[in-house]
T-cell receptor
Framework: GESVGLHLPTLSVQEGDNSIINCAYS??????FIWYKQESGKGPQFIID?????DKRQGQRVTVLLNKTVKHLSLQIAATQPGDSAVYFC???????????????FGTGTRLLVSP | EAQVTQNPRYLITVTGKKLTVTCSQN?????MSWYRQDPGLGLRQIYY???????DKGDVPEGYKVSRKEKRNFPLILESPSPNQTSLYFC???????????FGPGTRLTVT
């Protein structure tokens, strides 16, 4: 079946370092990718997204890279801060073969720990 | 304020007792979805809806029902809950499903 997986369940970094969280997806028909941040006790919050016609997109302190050849997605966080500590999920979306509606498939999440 | 609300936030129930978790959004979004979150498994989609009266199964629909009679509401129904449905449930909404989804605060359900 279709899957989205993250490479590391936990990533520990020092404050000020750059963080890179990786994700792999299995379905080459996926055409939209998104990263979410989930803090303890809260619902996921949108960070950044990218469509399959792009290979890089930048936001504030975050960059998403998409490599469709190897079906790999990464999230880079510059100058990581303690407030970045959370679980990060990647997700890929594609149209359902039955209905044409969009379905999101989430990865299992990487916990980012930022120490001062 | 744009938001997705869910009720209740916490629920403890017994096997077989029907329950409904409500979800409402105030952004006039077309797309709404339910997910369950379990340790080590991430978020898995249960059902989603593209518009009023239009719903489709996600990856783990067994044991759940949904309805979309109004655009703003998308309740999740467990007709006969079982302990394996103990989980953290999230409702989300967006314009198309292939765009930023806004998540509710979650409902923690325990079935004994």
């Amino acid at each position: 079946g279709e899957s989205v997986g993250l490479h590391l369940p936990t990533l520990s970094v020092q404050e000020g370092d750059n963080s890179i969280i990786n994700c792999a997806y299995s379905n080459s028909a996926s055409d939209y990718f998104i990263w979410y941040k989930q803090e303890s006790g809260k619902g996921p919050q949108f960070i950044i997204d990218i469509r399959s016609n792009m290979d890089k997109r930048q936001g504030q302190r975050v960059t998403v890279l998409l490599n469709k050849t190897v079906k790999h997605l990464s999230l880079q966080i510059a100058a990581t801060q303690p407030g970045d500590s959370a679980v990060y999920f990647c997700a890929s979306s594609r149209a359902s073969m039955n209905t044409g509606f969009q379905k999101l498939v989430f990865g299992t999440g990487t916990r980012l720990l930022v120490s001062p | 304020e744009a938001q997705v609300t869910q009720n209740p936030r916490y629920l403890i129930t017994v096997t077989g007792k029907k329950l409904t978790v409500t979800c409402s959004q105030n952004m006039n979004h077309e797309y709404m979805s339910w997910y369950r979150q379990d340790p080590g498994l991430g978020l898995r989609q249960i059902y989603y809806s593209m518009n009023v009266e239009v719903t489709d199964k996600g990856d783990v629909p067994e044991g759940y029902k949904v309805s979309r009679k109004e655009k703003r509401n998308f309740p999740l129904i467990l007709e006969s809950p079982s302990p394996n449905q103990t989980s953290l449930y999230f409702c989300a909404s967006s314009w198309t499903g292939a765009d930023e989804q806004y998540f509710g605060p979650g409902t923690r359900l325990t079935v004994t």
